[in-house]
């Protein structure tokens, strides 16, 4: 018998809750709003506050007898074709390293790409996996990295045969895909698993004009945060199994050995009522998004100074394999400006918050919950930003290196140079040192700087320039980056 979509467990034991007015003599100490700072609740809402349970002893019993969050856990799983789903309330980052941690372990090897979010990269750092690098495709003419190729993969894996696993990234923040079939025929023909940083697909599995999701395509683990191209909360994401090859207690067990023993139930919430929305009514939901979306680059792209990145730009040989059209990714180098200053401009002028920005892109990211009127904003404000644009000429430009200057040799482990004795040096200086830290524009989120790779002048000056024309470095111990943290001997 199939499982009942139109019930969402999570959400239905918070009304039975409040209607069996359940009185707690434990955690949160603000007792349903109770003792909450008045001030609080005026801007958050009482909702908020009643929302806000223990999960167990609260939300379910002591003993969980009510399997809450197990039955939630099982419908997303039947929502998505997964063997196995499992909720997490701290973001996909911790996901993913659950994920890396059940198909590998300190001291082996794990083949990942190089275009890697900084969690990825945390995971390396905690558990001592060595990374088997793969490098993105990189377009040079565009300056952007796409993910790697299947045949790329397999080159890497050939050389490197006792690796446990892969870990792509796909899509990537930017909308690009991978060749997820390719990859995962890549890691089973050798009996390995593959992992799939899905943080920005949650959306993927409800339309079949989007992508192929990663389950589909045949991946082992995927790690997916609902709340980027979801309706769930900041930090809800989950992370689904299939097959045999990873053992599901163990996966559980990693996500329990990181995660917090005081899960926030309004995140598990979210996460519930966004499956069964989507069961209900996500290709209606997703469709529409996807028809706004292609009004909106048709009229950005007619605005002079635009133009909108598509399928054409980013997908082909030596590209990427697939194109997701909602992050709406505009090139403005012909404004003669930079993605920095251009989403300043629009903060300060209409309150409109770019996705993501850099050298030469902002990106408007859409999902089923835009509409005509909020990307009738968003066009009013490119238009008179384009209006505007000698007012934002002359911005310091970014000296962008090579694909080949980009890259810098890994020479001890993430782990080793992160936790070794290190210094801080002046930038000028750093040249030819052993980095100790991460350094990661943000947003996307991918490190140009990993802790054990030999730092070289084109980096460098790629992020000194960035940081004057405006790019944000937050895991940089000095984010001004007059002084960068080396490995003290190296």
């Known amino acids: 018998m199939g499982l009942n979509h ?21 955690p949160p100490g603000h007792k349903q709003a109770r003792g909450a700072d008045p001030r609080a609740r005026a801007v958050l809402g009482d909702a908020v506050f009643f929302g806000d349970v223990l999960a167990n002893g609260g939300l379910d019993d002591r003993l969980t007898r009510g399997r809450v969050l197990e039955r939630a856990e099982e419908l997303m799983a039947d929502a998505v074709h997964a063997d196995h789903t499992f909720f997490s309330t701290c ?12 198909v590998t372990c300190p001291g082996h090897r794990l083949v990942v790409g190089r275009d890697a979010h900084k969690s990825v990269v945390a995971g390396l750092i905690l558990s001592g996996v060595e990374p088997v690098w793969v490098e993105p495709q990189w377009d ?14 397999d080159k890497v894996y ?9 870990l792509v990234t796909s899509p990537t923040p930017y909308g690009s895909a991978a ?5 995962a025929d890549v890691c089973h023909r050798r009996g390995k698993p593959l992992i799939v940083d899905e943080a920005w697909g949650a959306h993927l599995p409800f339309h079949d004009e989007l992508p192929s999701w990663a389950m589909d395509a045949g991946a082992d683990i995927c790690v997916t945060s609902i709340h980027k191209m979801g309706s769930g909360l900041e930090q809800g994401s989950v992370f689904h199994l299939q097959g045999d090859l990873i053992d599901p207690a163990e996966l559980a067990s990693r996500a329990d050995l990181l995660g917090t023993t005081s899960p926030n139930v309004l995140l598990y919430a979210g996460i519930d009522a966004w499956r069964r929305q989507m069961v209900q009514h996500g290709r209606e939901l997703i469709g529409r998004a ?29 590209l990427a394999a697939g194109f997701d059209p909602l992050p709406v990714v505009m090139d403005i180098r012909e404004l003669g400006t930079t993605g920095y200053r251009a989403a300043d401009w629009l903060r ?10 850099d050298h030469r892109r902002i990106s408007a990211q859409l999902t089923h919950a835009d509409d005509e009127q909020t990307t009738a904003r968003l066009l009013t404000a ?13 911005a310091p430009q970014v000296v962008v290196p090579s694909p080949a200057d980009l890259r810098m040799n890994q020479v001890r482990l993430p782990r080793d140079a992160y936790f070794a004795p290190h210094a801080e040096v002046p930038v000028t200086e750093a040249c030819g040192r052993i980095a100790a830290e991460m350094i990661t524009p943000y947003p996307p989120g991918i490190p140009v700087v990993l802790p054990g790779e030999r730092l070289t002048e084109p980096v460098l000056e790629y992020l000194t320039t960035g940081v004057t024309a405006g790019m944000f470095l937050p895991d940089a111990a000095d984010q001004q980056l007059n002084t960068v943290r080396v490995v003290a001997e190296g």
């Open 6 to 26: 139109d019930e969402a467990p999570v959400l239905d034991a918070l009304a039975r809750y409040h209607d069996a007015d359940e009185l707690g003599f434990t």
């Open 91 to 102: 973001g996909s980052s911790l996901s993913v390293k659950a994920a890396m941690l059940a």
């Open 140 to 153: 040079a003419v565009r300056h952007i990295a796409h993910p790697p190729s299947a045949a790329a993969y």
């Open 158 to 166: 050939s050389e490197h045969p006792d690796a446990d696993g892969v």
């Open 179 to 183: 060749d997820l079939a390719g990859i």
């Open 290 to 318: 996807l028809e706004l979306a292609a009004r909106t680059r048709t009229a950005i792209e007619a605005i002079d100074g635009f133009h909108v990145n598509d399928a054409a730009d980013f997908c082909g040989p030596d």
């Open 348 to 357: 300060e002028h209409h309150h409109i918050d770019a996705h993501l920005f």
């Open 382 to 394: 490119l238009h008179e930003l384009a209006d505007r644009s000698t007012d934002l000429s002359h």
